[in-house]
Nanobody, 125 residues
């Protein structure tokens, strides 16, 4: 049974940093894309960042480009999201996704088979 477990969220002031982690278990995702999404209160879940498997190609939403960095440790079957210069508009529940069905769907929630439970991030102004 595949499980994705996010951690690292919290309450921080604007301008602070956080590092989120997503540990996968049940199968190895080292050759597969892993992705972060987020969902703010009252809004739809949106793409944040993804990293491909072995070639480590990354892709970011414009809203986080230059502030967030996605990395992965395949030996630990874990993906990370380093978030710097946080803004109140970054407040959301952050979800990890895996099991991408098609690269063309990588920015869409319908493109993934596996999801974590989410970790909340609150940025105060």
């Amino acid at each position: 049974q595949v499980q994705l477990a996010e951690s690292g969220g919290g309450l921080v002031p604007a301008g602070a940093s956080l590092r989120l982690s997503c540990a996968a278990s049940g199968r190895t995702f080292s050759s597969n894309t892993m992705t972060w999404f987020r969902q703010a209160p009252g809004k739809e879940r949106e793409f944040v960042a993804r990293v491909s498997g072995s070639d480590l190609i990354t892709d970011y939403a414009d809203s986080v480009k230059g502030r967030f960095t996605i990395t992965r440790d395949n030996a630990k079957n874990t993906v990370y999201l380093q978030m710097n210069s946080l803004k109140p508009e970054d407040t959301a529940v952050y979800y990890c996704a895996a099991g991408l069905r098609s690269l063309s769907r990588s920015r869409y929630t319908t493109g993934y088979d596996y999801w974590g439970q989410g970790t909340p991030v609150t940025v105060s102004s």
